[in-house]
């Protein structure tokens, strides 16, 4: 499975955009791209996945260039709420469910 | 909320005892999977049922078993407890065919070994 690299923390203020890269140099080509949000003391919950270019949902969007080799989460004005922990995990579809995630990145967002 | 159920929700045990975890999956899920969260750490694969078999597991240590029941409930269970086996337990279901593979976790059962 592919290994993924994602800063460990980030810091923004209400309203920014936070934008969240995740290095994934060793990524198969069946493998997918999917983000997962956690808040304290609640299980993770699924963001959002994709393959390749720009996949956008009602929560975030996500970008992944040709080579694959990374992507970033973005997510548009960001609110108090959003503060959790992002994780970005890369798998085939058929092991997305069987994947063990990272240590994620601390997102905070302060007033 | 998923419609994932955990119990308990918190307990605590001491060292060589034996712990049992349950989880109620999502209707219309047939595949449940459970991970182990250390504090500050992602969760990290322990193993899948499909239809009651063991479809996968991480790199867990025998003494960690489970069971799933023909309703797709599980149980995690848990022998000889260790220090380290202190930690958030996340039962996660799931549909087999769903096109993203996506996970829908309970709340979680924290586990503290004494």
């Known amino acids: 499975l592919a290994k993924t690299t994602q800063p460990i923390s980030m810091d923004s203020y209400e309203g920014q955009e936070v934008n969240i890269t995740c290095s994934h140099n060793?990524?198969?080509?069946?493998?997918?791209i999917t983000w997962y949000q956690q808040f304290p003391s609640q299980g993770p919950r699924f963001i959002i996945q994709?393959?390749?270019t720009k996949v956008t949902n009602e929560v975030a969007s996500l970008f992944i260039p040709a080579d694959r080799k990374s992507s970033t989460l973005s997510l548009p004005r960001v609110s108090l709420s959003d503060t959790a922990v992002y994780y970005c995990?890369?798998?085939?579809?058929?092991?997305?469910?069987?994947?063990?995630f990272g240590g994620g990145t601390r997102v905070l967002v302060k007033p | 909320e998923t419609g994932v159920t955990q119990s308990p929700t918190h307990l605590i045990k001491t060292r060589g005892q034996q712990v049992t975890l349950r989880c109620s999956s999502q209707?219309?899920?047939?595949?449940v999977s459970w991970y182990q969260q250390a504090l500050g750490q992602g969760p990290q694969f322990i193993f899948q049922?499909?239809?009651?078999?063991?479809?996968g597991r991480g790199n867990f240590p025998p003494r960690f078993s489970g069971l799933q029941f023909p309703n797709y409930s599980s149980e995690l269970n848990v022998n000889a407890l260790e220090l380290d086996d202190s930690a958030l337990y996340l039962c996660?279901?799931?549909?087999?065919?769903?096109?993203?593979?996506?996970?829908?976790f309970g709340e979680g059962s924290r586990l503290t070994v004494l």
């Open positions: 995990l890369v798998g085939d579809k058929a092991a997305g469910n069987k994947l063990t």
């Open positions: 049922y499909y239809r009651e078999e063991e479809n």
């Open positions: 996660a279901s799931s549909e087999l065919a769903s096109p993203t593979g996506e996970l829908f």
């Open positions: 994709g393959y390749k």
């Open positions: 209707s219309g899920h047939n595949t």
């Open positions: 060793n990524i198969a080509t069946n493998d997918y």
